[in-house]
């Protein structure tokens, strides 16, 4: 059975609150979101403190600045936060200049009414807001885009354009030229794509985070799943939380984490939620790169993941109250 060694991890009827879960073995990131919760933080504190310690860690180059550059060269920011009591939420998108995504995430959802800020004008929102411009390019963010040119811009995301975007760099135009689909080769070869975070307090309050800085070489104005709510994470304190990681792209066509959370709402157990979020997309993507954390009211958890190339078994971390440290957790692809 695929997923029988969770069962080991956490038996039914076990209740085991606080809860942290996240994404890939960002353990520091772990231990900054417990930490928060252990100090009288609240939900949203710790999934701020988590993220944002990736961010800052820059946690497998696919979290904060000096990553992931797009086409121009420019590193660019997306992080979204949810709270799973009064369903408000924050998100930013294609964030330039500021390093702390989830903290401007988090402003967005506390000082105004909207949902999502996006580009330029969320950058200039964030500095009203007393975050600090920065420039977010590094020598390895320079490095990775001048490799990238040098290889006459291998890979990228466009299709039907001229000239031929397999063999050239733009400026690209409409081209009736139809594309070869490479697209699961080209994000499964990526590193590990964003942080979710879920966490939960003894109390049963609920709330969700994610942040990233997309994928290597996107087309500028890229937005994937992680800032959009119900895609990169979803969190309602009556049912349950849920964040994906992964091939955003894609993933953002089927809302996952709220699938997940809608299947534990009626009664599914974590992991087969989170199993059944996947089998939905698996339906039309059959290689996609992805996977996604569940947890429900009780403490429960679970992880699962599609079956790829470069993806046979997802790593997630937890804390909670059975261990004073981070753990290590695993799931077999299916």
């Excluded at 310690?53 to 979204?80: F, H, I």
């Excluded at 964003?194 to 994928?215: C, E, K, R, Y």
Aim: a negative charge; proline letters at 4%.
């Amino acid at each position: 059975m695929l997923f029988s060694s969770l069962t080991v991890l956490f038996p039914l009827g076990h209740t085991s609150l606080p809860l942290v879960i996240n994404t890939w073995p960002f353990n520091n990131a772990t231990a900054a979101a417990w930490n928060a919760l252990q100090s009288g933080g609240s939900v949203l504190d710790a999934v701020e403190k988590g993220c944002a310690r990736c961010e800052m860690e820059q946690c497998d180059g696919t979290v904060g600045y000096g990553g992931s550059p797009d086409e121009t060269g420019e590193t660019t920011l997306d992080a979204m936060i949810m709270n799973g009591d009064t369903m408000d939420v924050g998100a930013v998108a294609d964030l330039r200049r500021i390093k702390n995504a989830i903290g401007v995430a988090r402003a967005v959802m506390e000082h105004t009414e909207h949902t999502l800020l996006v580009g330029e004008s969320a950058s200039v929102f964030a500095e009203n807001m007393g975050f600090v411009a920065e420039d977010l390019t590094t020598n390895t963010s320079v490095n990775i885009f001048s490799q990238w040119l040098k290889g006459n811009c291998q890979p990228n995301y466009r299709k039907n354009v001229f000239p031929d975007p397999s063999k050239s760099c733009g400026p690209y135009k409409p081209g009736a030229t139809v594309r070869q689909n490479t697209r699961a080769q080209l994000v499964n070869t990526r590193s590990h794509d964003t942080i979710g975070m879920i966490v939960l307090d003894q109390h049963g309050h609920l709330a969700a985070g994610t942040s990233t800085n997309g994928l290597n070489h996107k087309i500028p104005g890229r937005v994937g799943d992680s800032p959009i709510v119900g895609a990169g994470a979803y969190a309602d304190s009556s049912a349950g939380a849920a964040s994906a990681t992964g091939d955003g792209d894609l993933m953002m066509r089927f809302l996952p984490s709220y699938l997940a959370v809608e299947l534990m709402r009626a009664g599914a157990d974590p992991s087969a939620a989170c199993k059944t979020a996947i089998s939905r997309i698996k339906r039309h993507y059959s290689d996609f790169f992805g996977a996604i954390i569940c947890a429900n009211t009780t403490g429960h958890y679970g992880a699962a993941c599609n079956k790829a190339p470069g993806l046979s078994q997802f790593h997630f971390m937890v804390s909670n109250s059975e261990s004073d440290i981070p753990l290590l957790k695993s799931v077999d692809c299916f």
